[in-house]
């Protein structure tokens, strides 16, 4: 298996996009109580970490049958490293309270897209 870095160059030197970002898996380690009572400061912090250039996407997951919410969910922070992702993901309440546990996984885009479209008057979106 080629080392990360190396996989990258040759991702860019064949044309790919190549962007880095890390992926946070969030699980529930505490009471769904214990995950309601932290929400706030997460979002909170959340809402910092955007603001701050870091949070790309975040939200929760479902179960294996896409049909229960269990308290899980995933983040995708931009970082300049795998410590500086992890200082993040250290310092989310969820995290940092001992509520969620987590795995961080660099992940590196380099197919796919989307469309955004934003209307203002009836302050919307859509993305596809």
């Known amino acids: ?4 870095n190396d996989y990258k160059e040759t991702a860019r030197s064949r044309g790919a996009l ?3 970002v890390y992926i946070v898996q969030s699980t529930p380690a505490g009471s ?3 995950l309601q ?13 955007e603001a701050a250039g870091n949070l790309v996407l975040a939200g929760p997951t479902s ?3 896409g049909e229960q919410m269990i308290g899980a969910g ?6 300049e490293s795998m410590e500086a992702a ?15 546990t987590y ?14 479209t934003v209307r203002f008057s009836s302050q919307g979106f859509t993305l596809d």
């Open 32 to 34: 769904p109580e214990d």
């Open 18 to 20: 190549a962007y880095e």
């Open 86 to 100: 992890r200082e993040i993901a250290d310092a989310d309440p969820m995290h940092k309270q001992g509520v969620r």
């Open 103 to 116: 795995t961080i996984r660099k992940w590196l885009i380099n197919e796919g897209g989307f469309s955004l």
């Open 63 to 65: 179960d294996d049958s």
């Open 74 to 79: 995933m983040i995708i922070y931009r970082a």
């Open 37 to 49: 009572r932290v929400l706030p400061d997460h979002l909170a912090y959340q809402k910092e970490v």
């Open 1 to 4: 298996m080629p080392a990360w």
